[in-house]
């Protein structure tokens, strides 16, 4: 009789047992769903005080930071490390309230924490960067800075922090080391220069300069040397331009028009191809691997068709060039200036050189009138021409 009794009740409790395990397992997924809710909405109810509660402490840590001040996060935050001690964001957010309370040495102890729970955060790296910047060591502050980069490259911040840590040589030594590494911020270190001052463009070119060549190639520094040569920087444009652009045989640049490209508009020390609608260019080979510009002027006036800003010490220099399948008349037709202008005036032409077929020069004397100078070739009114294997040299 006593095992009936005990076999009819066993149901009843066991039917409870499941019950209160189901509605305990929905209140818990109720709770969890909250908890990731208020992540992305830090206003969505949510419950703080269970063990899994890490989405809403954080999100009602970051609430309180912003609606009554840093002193009345540190709880919440605190709350959140325990549901999630292995997060770097997490404790961070402890560190940033405690800093901004003015709780400084408790918070360089939490800072400490996350600056070994991996580089990720941002706070962290701007806070050891500030830290490494009051000692002067220059080379934390650029591993710090280079971490927060890599994963911002676009930082809003970031020619301001570059600028302070460029501000002296051994500054400017350490952000080249971090930039020899390739992170993928160096290709926005050159080409987004918006609108920095000439101290920090000098600042740049040092820096690129003792970080050699490959890291950057010549179209990612067209921008930088053009900006420059507009801030009558021209010793720096060309010392750039000479770092990440392959030489030519002689002062002129893409003397073989290898690197020409007719879709786009030029800049920096790239040869500049007249936009005139009287005027046609385009390329072809004579040979394969010679690449010949043809030119044909509609014009009623000989105009300018090709330039090339050019950094020449005072001397005497000989420039040469070819005139592939063209007559001595047409040849003739082209004209040469290398001045500190693009007057029509001081075109000239060129000498046939006896000793080699199509080939003509032109002789002139630089002087220090001005930093940079201009290389124009002139096409005679409704002519054709040729050129190719254009080169300078000084005599």
């Known amino acids: 009789m006593p095992a009936k009794i005990a076999s009819g009740t066993a149901g009843p409790i066991g039917k409870a047992l499941a019950i209160f395990g ?35 402490a954080r999100s009602k840590a970051i609430m309180a930071f912003v609606q009554t001040g840093p002193a009345s996060a540190i709880g919440y935050a605190r709350r959140s490390i325990v549901s999630d001690p292995i997060s770097a964001q997490t404790v961070s957010i402890l560190a940033r309230a405690q800093l901004y309370a003015g709780q400084l040495a408790p918070a360089q102890k939490t800072f400490a924490v996350t600056s070994q729970m991996g580089w990720r955060d941002a706070l962290t790296q701007l806070y050891w960067m500030d830290q490494a910047l009051q000692v002067d060591d220059v080379k934390v502050a650029a ?50 220069i918006g609108n920095l001052p000439p101290d920090q463009l000098s600042q740049r070119v040092d820096v690129m300069l003792r ?22 920087m021209y ?13 030519s045989r002689s002062y002129v640049y893409d003397g073989e028009f290898e690197r020409v490209d007719l879709t786009k508009p030029s800049s920096g020390f790239n040869w500049v191809l007249s936009d005139r609608g009287d005027v046609d260019i385009a390329l072809a080979e004579d040979r394969p691997g010679q690449r010949i510009l043809t030119i044909d002027v509609k014009a ?4 300018p068709v090709l330039r090339q800003t050019l950094i020449l010490t005072p001397g005497n220099y000989r420039l040469t060039w070819q005139t592939p399948g063209v007559s001595k008349d047409q040849a003739r037709a082209l004209r040469v200036s290398l001045s500190c202008g693009s007057g029509r005036d001081e075109a000239a032409n060129g000498e046939p050189d ?16 001005c930093p940079a100078h201009l290389l124009t070739f002139w096409l005679d009114a409704r002519s054709s021409a040729r050129i190719a294997n254009v080169a300078l040299n000084r005599l």
Do not use: M
Not at 27 to 41: C, H, I, K, P
Not at 300 to 303: G, I, R
Not at 356 to 361: L, M, V
């Open 22 to 56: 189901l509605v305990a397992f929905v209140v818990a997924a109720l709770l969890s769903g909250s908890d990731r809710q208020s992540r992305l909405f830090p206003n969505a109810p949510s419950l703080v005080g269970w063990p899994y509660d890490t989405g809403a």
């Open 143 to 192: 591993q710090r800075l280079d971490a927060l980069l890599r994963q911002t490259p676009d930082d809003e911040n970031r020619d301001k922090f570059l600028a302070v840590i460029s501000a002296t040589p051994e500054g400017r030594h350490a952000i080249s080391e971090r930039l020899k590494l390739l992170p993928n911020w160096a290709p926005v270190y050159a080409t987004y």
């Open 211 to 232: 970080t050699g060549s490959g890291i950057w190639d010549c179209a990612s520094t067209e921008d930088l040397a053009q900006k420059l040569i507009l801030s009558n």
């Open 235 to 247: 010793a720096e444009a060309q010392a750039v331009w000479h770092l990440n652009c392959p030489n």
């Open 300 to 303: 009623a006036v000989s105009v």
């Open 354 to 369: 006896p000793t080699r077929g199509e080939t003509y020069s032109a002789d002139f004397t630089v002087d220090s009138e």
